[in-house]
């Protein structure tokens, strides 16, 4: 490798390692689950997405090994090259149903999902106003677009402020458009963006709102259908972003909206327009996996009645979940070390759940990152509470 090159690299890295950012990955050795084997160890997983246990659900599989006996492994090209296959255009018809939306778009992920759909509605004659909560993809999204956006310039506002998104808006009516862009389900904190103040400012100051779905898709509103649903504000935010990888268990994104929108994306979207499209067994296990969020009730019940549980045990032993209010349950450690300390200190008692520090949040805010599912039993969460309440005890006398 170039010298140059190398050196930069390992500098770069050893910075990381300097501000506690460096990051390896711990080797996931059995399917998603409540608990599995990883680093050789067997833990209670409160670190997945898979939020309804749908990543290995049987029905989910059968339907992508049919699939490969049909079509194959591969879609072979991107769409508008080499042809939509049927079972893609299902997939989409499905979504647009599920969402109560004229059309959706799917794209390889939810991360390409927003950068390739922000940047392909907006111009320099417009502005994006943003949560200065929301996710990295939408941030990059909104960084690939020619429209202001910059929290310098003051278009970002306070997290769920409606007054300082009120006022931000009285600021933006010389652009030709104003978009309003928020998480529907905060990924770090777990609380819940305020969607009826948002869409009634937005048909105040004449903007349009996109929300990102990710976390509340297949969590909130009627069979998951997303926090559109859970306000029933159907027909009312312009555009949605759903993901296909965490509650629905394989991958994927999608926007879901108007027909217009959907045409011009096709059009416009440069991740769709220059990446090829998933193997169609990706979308076979999709629609599987739609056929049950909508007609079995029973995961979403058992993801609530664990997340309910697993908030009033925290809460009863004196832990600080920080106002979450779904299943992305935050356990409040304040203090950077301590929350590393704790990570490392559960995953010996048999618990894999990742601290998050500074600069992922605010300095001082340090937090256990906790995730019940439907994959968990009461035993499993019962396990790690013991192991957390220990693990504080032992922390408060410096062990
Ligand atoms: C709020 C939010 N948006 C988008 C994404 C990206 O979704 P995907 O993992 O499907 O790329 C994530 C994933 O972490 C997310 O939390």
């Not at 059995?30 to 409160?46: F, H, I, Q």
């Not at 905060?186 to 990710?214: C, K, N, Q, T």
């Not at 559109?228 to 268990?249: N, W």
Request: glycine fraction near 8%; include cysteine; proline fraction near 4%.
């Amino acid at each position: 490798m170039n010298a140059r090159l190398q050196t930069w690299l390992g500098d770069q890295i050893q910075t990381l390692r300097e501000q506690n950012l460096y990051k390896v990955p711990k080797i996931l050795e059995s399917p998603a689950a409540g608990r599995v084997r990883m680093n050789g160890k067997e833990v209670v997983n409160l670190s997945s997405n898979n939020y309804l246990g749908l990543a290995n659900h049987p029905k989910v599989r059968q339907a992508a090994l049919e699939s490969i006996e049909k079509w194959g492994v591969g879609a072979g090209a991107v769409r508008w090259i080499g042809g939509t296959m049927t079972v893609h255009q299902e997939l989409e018809e499905r979504l647009a149903r599920f969402k109560h939306v004229e059309a959706v778009l799917v794209f390889t992920s939810g991360f390409t999902a927003n950068s390739g759909c922000i940047p392909a509605v907006l111009t320099d004659r417009d502005v994006v106003i943003s949560d200065e909560l929301n996710h990295a993809s939408i941030i990059d999204g909104v960084r690939l677009s020619p429209a202001s956006y910059k929290k310098s310039e003051g278009w970002v506002y306070r997290h769920k402020d409606m007054e300082h998104l009120e006022e931000i808006l009285r600021n933006a009516q010389s652009f030709e458009k104003r978009m309003i862009i928020t998480d529907g389900v905060f990924s770090m904190d777990g609380d819940i963006a305020p969607l009826p103040d948002i869409v009634a400012l937005a048909e105040r100051y004449d903007a349009f709102v996109m929300v990102d779905d990710a976390h509340a898709s297949g969590v909130l509103g009627k069979n998951g259908a997303g926090s559109t649903s859970h306000f029933d504000l159907y027909g009312r935010v312009d555009i949605q972003l759903g993901t296909l990888s965490k509650a629905l268990g394989v991958v994927g994104g999608y926007i879901a909206g108007s027909a217009v929108l959907k045409d011009w994306l096709i059009n416009r979207g440069r991740p769709y327009l220059f990446s090829t499209a998933h193997p169609p067994m990706v979308a076979a296990a999709l629609i599987a996996a739609l056929d049950v969020m909508e007609t079995d009730p029973e995961p979403m019940r058992r993801l609530w009645d664990n997340t309910r549980w697993w908030k009033k045990a925290l809460a009863d032993s004196g832990f600080d979940t920080m106002g979450s209010e779904t299943p992305i349950t935050p356990v409040y450690f304040g203090d950077e070390k301590a929350a590393q300390d704790a990570e490392r200190m559960l995953f010996d008692e048999g618990v894999y759940a990742l601290s998050i520090v500074y600069p992922t949040v605010a300095r001082g805010k340090a937090r256990i990152r906790t995730m019940p599912s439907a994959a968990h039993s009461e035993e499993d969460l019962a396990f790690a509470l013991e192991a957390l309440k220990r693990v504080r005890d032992r922390l408060a006398v410096g062990v």
